[in-house]
């Protein structure tokens, strides 16, 4: 614990040191508050430890893998020929360039910590009532205001031998590509983690208990999506539930519901998440969770509760790092600077699904825009090759989408699947959300050659 923690008069306490937890620290210590913070683990919680940054780090090291193939057949000399892997990624080496990233984010969040004069205590925190934390130490908070932000956690199948397999955390312990691995799940954690194995070299296959990929997202890109993956030699089992995991000498076996069995190195599963809230004291503080375990919160951020908060993924709203950063900014705003009024919108969040190629979207699908504005909706698509892949005449290809409503063509869905996607998209997500018409689009000059210009074009 820093000193002088004990017995301190403090304004606000906030229970979590990942993204949501840090910026409501920081944001309210910037307003003047005075604050204390409580985290037992590593600075940054999953988006900078198991998430966010060495899930992009390891996209990053595959993206090269596919370039170096691309360069091959483009002619780039001292490379493998067409048809032949491309050159084993040392993930040792890789992981020591990672995890030296990672600890000067976990410096920086300290340095500013102290400059912020901030109380930091690296123990677990409890609630014994609406004012008052204990640690684990024993030592006791209180302040008027707490935040709880403690974020989730990866949840195993309730099946036979699930301990067998990884979760999403475990993928970043490993030290090499399995050979052949299985990716149980079909949301954007499992379809991310496939890519990944994929690129770098392992055999792999998804199981998926329903339909198709991406439930959530655009129907035609999950399935295009599906396509390029297929072509990359990831095999797909859509409507195939795993049933149970049983060790086989050195490898797992899988029995999926169909009763046929597979053989892997390794299991990882991608089967959601669960909000870390048990032993936090919150229902006996009065604080009312949802049937899964969240923190229910309303639109100001605050619970059932005067005077205690939740952001981020220890809530049911939108599970993404930046959603937990702006929710718990505004909320500070509220709280200690004076904007009584600020509240984060959770309509029209862009995101991006760290796919090969990547999938972004903000904005309806066609068929919520339907459900929402009725039959007159409207969709336009381009699908192409991307120019790099049109060169080395590899199979993969890009589709972008527009939803549309009513008879000005108000632009309310972005969906693109394809090579700069991730970049393209942010742009496009702040005129979405301006209320930008096709006719904005179209009188906007394109920046050629680019795939982004496909946004600007389409008829």
Known sequence: MSSGARGLDL????????????????????????????EPGELGGTCVNVGCVPKKAMWLAAHLAERIELAAQLGFEGLPPEGMPPPKLDWCEFITHRQRYIAGIHASYRRRLDEAGIVTVA?????????????????????????????????RPSIPGAELGMVSDDFFNLSAAPARVAVVGGGYIGVELAGVLGMLGSEVEMFVRGPRLLHDFDADLARRLQENYHQAGIALHLGREVRALARDGGRLRLRGSDERESAFDAVLFATGRQPNTGGLGLEEAG???????????????????????AVGDVT???????????AARRLMDRLFGGVADARLDYDNIATVVFAHPPLGTVGLTAAQARAFHGDDVHEYRAEFRAMLHALADAPQRSLFKLVCVGAERRVVGIHLLGEGADEILQGFAVALKKGIVLDDLRDTVAIHPTSAEEVVLMR
């Not at 123990?123 to 908070?141: K, N, P, Q």
């Open 287 to 309: 604080v009312v969770l949802d049937p899964s375990g969240h923190v229910q919160v309303d639109e100001w951020q605050d619970t059932s509760v005067e005077g205690v908060h």
């Open 316 to 326: 049911d709203r939108v599970a993404l790092t930046p959603v937990a950063i702006a």
């Open 123 to 155: 123990s677990r925190g409890r609630l014994l009532d609406a004012r008052t934390v204990e640690c684990a130490d024993g030592v006791r908070l209180r302040a008027p205001r707490v935040v709880i932000a403690t974020g989730g956690r990866p949840r």
């Open 11 to 38: 304004d606000l306490i906030v229970v979590g040191g990942g993204s949501g937890g840090l910026a409501a620290a920081f944001r309210a210590a910037g307003h003047g508050a005075r604050v204390a913070l409580i």
